[in-house]
């Protein structure tokens, strides 16, 4: 089969510019016993991948390799197969990268369930999935009747957490970046939700939280990191998923002083998803039950063809998407 | 019997000065049934009892209230009982305060072995030892081969810290305020000592930890912090016990970015003393034995009479002291 393929070949000056990708056309290696070729449908665009395009290799996932195709996760159908567990049509979700066809076996590629939406299952049980649910009841550990607070809430990871935590019986504060985005998350359950940009997020965050905040799953950094921070109880508990205001900018911003840290005995955690894929099973059979019985809400942006995630990306960091961020093949 | 005693009748302002106490006599109160009075002998000052000034009710302990006297820590001998218990002549550890008498009961005064000098009980056994169990193993949790560092390494807690790990099989490295603290350091077999007032406090850093940081226990934010934060290895733990840097200025210093957090997986968990006193009789156990093999050295920095407390306190912010701050009444 021919492929199209967009391979990583300089790595990003602060901002992601077009400049450090090439586009690559090729056939298709052959199939070794075992192996099937997928070809992709939908391709996910996460704000983690602006993290692999950086040589730092102390980071948790090793870089993507300068010539190698952009990594990302994705869903498919099995269009060729050396392998009779996978016979052709078969959905298949997996690592598969920027490029219309990836070569696969067992290890690098799960069958899904039929039925579920290609926009689902990227949008809610992949990486979003994982990591919300390996933050919230690994890292959080939350209990009923406390209060949350959510940062990048509109966000395909924060969305889930925020509808997640209120099945979990917890009071649901969400950030976003517009009130549109904020409108959005009370439709889904939110019980409050704050535009981050706000003058007075200080009193904003007083007014939604007046017993104070348990819990912040942390995916942006910024304002809302220091307003929440200073409004946590005693035995709090942060999850630190994300810093996505500080991805793209040289100078990162200060964190908080740690005295708060002692006198409320919070514990900070971060955590990345590639740590915790032996969650996968339990959060598929937590998540997929929600999905299946409509307890959980997503809204996908869909942008169209493989090039269309050079500038697509950066919708991330602008938060000029409105949903999970996904690029239809 | 005629008490002294030294009340807390104004909240400090940012630094401890001397009218925001007052000294007053009264006759010891008569003793019910159960109770006895001690007579103090040794008084510990402790970095901590600045926050028990602070009107700030959310803080981990209540704060004293005004007119009470100062709350503190100290060793002492049964004078009266009316408890069979707790006879003449009992060498007793409570919190008495500042004052020459307590009038005490089975739950505010803990016997302690004979034999046993009132310095090693304050350095050692009371605060410092249990605050410095606690954070090590039940914070941190170090494992034989890894490296430790530890802030305010000289102070009573840092240097407990840093004997425990050693004899964990951690390498261990201690950060001090002068050149003399950190002398003292290498002799109680600390590995490396850096003085946090170098200006190539990072080179140091990495000269003395080559294979970065996999523990941190932090007692005074600063330049320490920064250099420590930013040398963690993945998964790092960072037991948060003090700031003594901050606690008496009015515009704390800013904490690291959270970004390292999220890419090294790293917990940082604060904690406070009162919230494991359950855990006495583990730690008394562990370092009694270190004390009584010779395991375990301390440095005590005494200053004589009741109210030499009121400027004495003040050392251990501008770390004037050398060793345990004990007063000797």
Same mark, same amino acid.
């Given at each position: 089969?021919?492929?199209?393929?967009?391979?990583?070949?300089?790595?990003?000056?602060?901002? $992601?510019?077009?400049?450090?990708?090439?586009?690559?056309?090729?056939?298709?290696?052959?199939?070794?016993?075992?192996?099937?070729?997928?070809?992709?449908?939908?391709?996910?665009?996460?704000? &983690? =991948?602006?993290?692999?395009?950086?040589?730092?290799?102390?980071?948790? $996932?090793?870089?993507?390799?300068?010539?190698?195709?952009?990594?990302?996760?994705?869903?498919?159908? #099995?269009?060729?197969?050396?392998?009779?567990?996978?016979?052709?049509?078969?959905?298949?979700?997996? =690592?598969?990268?920027?490029?219309?066809?990836?070569?696969?076996?067992?290890?690098?590629?799960?069958?899904?369930?039929?039925?579920?939406?290609?926009?689902?299952?990227?949008?809610?049980?992949?990486?979003?999935?994982?990591?919300?649910?390996?933050?919230?009841?690994?890292?959080?550990?939350?209990?009923?009747?406390?209060? $949350?607070?959510?940062?990048?809430?509109?966000?395909?990871?924060?969305?889930?957490?925020?509808?997640?935590?209120?099945?979990?019986?917890?009071?649901?504060?969400?950030?976003?970046?517009?009130?549109?985005?904020?409108?959005?998350?009370?439709?889904?359950?939110?019980?409050?939700?704050?535009?981050?940009?706000?003058?007075?997020?200080?009193?904003?965050?007083?007014?939604?939280?007046?017993?104070?905040?348990?819990?912040?799953?942390?995916?942006?950094?910024?304002? &809302?990191?220091?307003?929440?921070?200073?409004?946590?109880?005693?035995?709090?508990?942060?999850? #630190?998923?994300?810093?996505?205001?500080?991805?793209?900018?040289?100078?990162?911003?200060?964190?908080?002083?740690?005295?708060?840290?002692?006198?409320?005995?919070?514990?900070?955690?971060?955590?990345?998803?590639?740590?915790?894929?032996?969650?996968?099973?339990?959060?598929?059979?937590?998540?997929?039950?929600?999905?299946?019985?409509?307890?959980?809400?997503?809204?996908?942006?869909?942008?169209?063809?493989?090039?269309?995630?050079?500038?697509?990306?950066?919708?991330?960091?602008?938060?000029?998407?409105?949903?999970?961020?996904?690029?239809?093949?």
């Amino acid at each position: 089969m021919k492929n199209t393929r967009i391979n990583l070949v300089k790595r990003p000056n602060i901002k $992601i510019t077009a400049d450090i990708f090439e586009i690559a056309a090729e056939e298709t290696a052959e199939l070794s016993d075992g192996q099937f070729l997928v070809k992709q449908t939908h391709m996910s665009l996460d704000p &983690a =991948m602006r993290g692999w395009m950086e040589p730092d290799t102390t980071s948790y $996932i090793p870089p993507v390799d300068l010539g190698a195709v952009m990594r990302s996760s994705g869903v498919g159908e #099995v269009a060729e197969s050396n392998n009779p567990d996978y016979p052709l049509g078969t959905l298949v979700a997996g =690592m598969f990268g920027w490029q219309q066809y990836a070569v696969c076996d067992a290890t690098s590629a799960r069958a899904m369930p039929a039925g579920i939406p290609a926009e689902a299952i990227l949008s809610v049980l992949a990486l979003p999935g994982i990591t919300a649910y390996q933050g919230l009841f690994n890292v959080i550990k939350p209990k009923s009747g406390e209060t $949350i607070a959510i940062s990048g809430a509109a966000g395909s990871v924060g969305s889930l957490v925020g509808q997640m935590a209120k099945i979990e019986g917890l009071r649901v504060i969400g950030f976003a970046g517009s009130d549109e985005k904020c409108a959005w998350l009370k439709t889904i359950g939110f019980d409050e939700a704050i535009n981050y940009k706000s003058e007075n997020l200080v009193e904003l965050l007083q007014a939604a939280a007046p017993d104070g905040i348990d819990c912040y799953f942390e995916n942006t950094g910024g304002a &809302a990191q220091h307003a929440v921070f200073n409004q946590m109880n005693a035995f709090g508990r942060i999850a #630190v998923c994300g810093m996505i205001g500080d991805y793209n900018t040289d100078t990162p911003s200060a964190g908080p002083n740690w005295v708060n840290i002692i006198k409320k005995r919070i514990k900070i955690q971060g955590f990345t998803m590639p740590d915790h894929q032996a969650d996968w099973g339990n959060m598929a059979q937590k998540m997929g039950a929600y999905l299946m019985k409509g307890q959980i809400q997503y809204r996908t942006h869909v942008i169209d063809g493989l090039e269309s995630a050079i500038e697509g990306i950066n919708l991330l960091f602008s938060g000029g998407n409105n949903g999970k961020l996904i690029v239809k093949l």
